[in-house]
């Protein structure tokens, strides 16, 4: 029986343990994680049909029956794998704060307002090409607790199936240019400068909507498969 | 070498999760009245012991049969005989820090060269403080020999922290526990 084996993307992810961002002091586990073989759980997923999107799921700017304030924008990208493949009708699900930097959660209670009309959460399916497309508000930068006058850099949260368990991804989209990043514990996490800044999206003219949003391009890549197989013999090259 | 550059990298879920993730039916991974169907409670702690609020834990396994409906299954993706079986399940923590899964004992799986997995859940937990996921297994209390036999267990470099791994019985189904760090810790895999 052969199978499919992952990427296993050393030095990109960041470290657990990263005592900067202090929530993970009593979190990351202390003990080195056991190397896991792909097998069948690992290389199978979860297939999660347009049941679980409906077209309005990618418009975040009216809820409630009326429209969000701030800068409407357009976030869109694709969903690849590290060999270039793109993964088609895979769930991407994204959460945010509003365009003052609130999040409509109980426990977040700094005084910005909160917009009856914004909810922050939005799903789609990609297409055939990978292709996923949200029309959102400009979130907000927010202070938080993690040190003396800290702030989130604006970003968007985003979960990423795949097709395969080894694939599952959460991060987070960042905005050009942010001027907060240099403080910020969370995206500094990422040992690697250039892994930083692939987690930045870039303002894509062409994708801009006339009189009506601005547009931010983002592509995310899951590990793709090591090697084919069936072709680990025949070595002719 | 493999050359990675490309690869996305990952953030923290933040303590704000609840807002995109959770799904109205997500820890049901079948129906509940499908025959058969249990409950896994379970409870996450971080290294000072207390409960963990702002967690997810997600859920993924084959059916009764051992199959996956999934095309990279080498011997075919097979529909599930169980009806309403999604395989997949996802449950955030509540200000207690427990969480709970609605589904169906999965078979066992060839694992290669003869070898064979007991049945098991491989679990994700998503929290703020986690800046990725940490990966775990469920294994069964009531699968003594197919889990002497698992390769993944077998394998374990210290052997004395497998118990972390085995969920225990209780009325209604398994509870599982997951302890992030320190005494106790569960085992988790680089996958």
């Keep these: 029986m052969k199978l499919p084996s992952y990427v296993r993307p050393d030095g990109v992810h960041p470290p657990l343990l990263s005592p900067e961002y202090k929530s993970t002091v009593l979190r990351a586990p202390s003990q080195k994680p ?30 409630s029956g009326g429209e969000a304030v701030g800068q409407r924008i357009i976030v869109l990208g694709r969903v690849i794998e590290s060999d270039g493949r793109p993964v088609p009708e895979t769930l991407v699900e994204i959460w945010q704060a509003n365009a003052g930097g609130r999040y409509r959660h109980a426990r977040d209670t700094w005084p910005a307002p909160l917009d009856p009309h914004f909810t922050g959460a939005g799903r789609a399916l990609t297409d055939r090409d990978g292709g996923f497309r949200f029309l959102t508000i400009m979130p907000g930068a927010y202070p938080w607790g993690n040190h003396h006058n800290a702030w989130r850099p604006a970003h968007i949260h985003f979960s990423l199936f795949g097709r395969a368990f080894t694939q599952r991804l959460v991060t987070q989209m960042y905005f050009p240019d942010d001027s907060l990043f240099a403080q910020d514990p969370v995206m500094n996490s990422i040992r690697d400068p250039r892994a930083r800044k692939r987690l930045v999206s870039r303002f894509d003219l062409s ?18 498969a090591e090697t084919t197989p069936f072709e680990e013999e025949g070595d002719d090259d | ?78 529909k599930s005989t169980v009806d309403g079986f999604r395989g997949f399940g996802r449950c955030p923590t509540g200000p207690d820090g427990t969480y709970r899964i609605v589904t169906v004992k999965p078979g066992a799986l060839p694992a290669g060269g003869g070898a064979v997995e007991a049945p098991h859940l491989d679990v994700s937990v998503f929290a703020r403080g986690l800046l990725d996921r940490v990966v775990t297994r469920l294994y069964f209390p009531d699968e003594e020999a197919a889990n002497a036999a698992d390769p993944v267990l077998v394998g374990l470099p210290d052997p004395s922290r497998a118990g972390t791994l085995v969920a225990t019985a209780v009325e209604g189904g398994y509870r599982f526990d997951i302890r992030l760090q320190g005494e106790g810790e569960t085992v988790f895999f680089d996958v």
Excluded at chain 1, 35 to 53: A, K, N, Y
Aim: glycine share 10%; charged share 25%; aromatic share 8%.
């Design chain 1, 34 to 63: 056991v190397l896991l073989p792909h097998r069948l759980t690992e290389i199978t997923g979860p297939v999660l049909g347009e049941d679980r999107v409906t077209a309005d799921d990618a418009d975040l700017t009216r809820d």
């Design chain 1, 207 to 224: 994708a801009t909507e006339p009189e009506w949003a601005l547009a931010y391009r983002w592509d995310i890549v899951l590990r793709g």
């Design chain 2, 1 to 78: 070498m493999t050359e990675t550059p490309a690869i996305t990298a990952s953030q923290t879920v933040g303590p704000f999760l609840h807002i995109g993730l959770p799904w109205e039916d997500g820890p049901f991974v079948v129906p509940s009245t499908v025959e058969g169907a249990f409950t896994i409670t379970g409870t996450v702690y971080d290294g000072a012991g207390q409960p963990v609020p702002d967690a997810l834990i997600e859920t993924w396994q084959a059916d009764p049969d051992g199959r996956f409906d999934h095309p990279d299954d080498p011997r075919g993706a097979a």
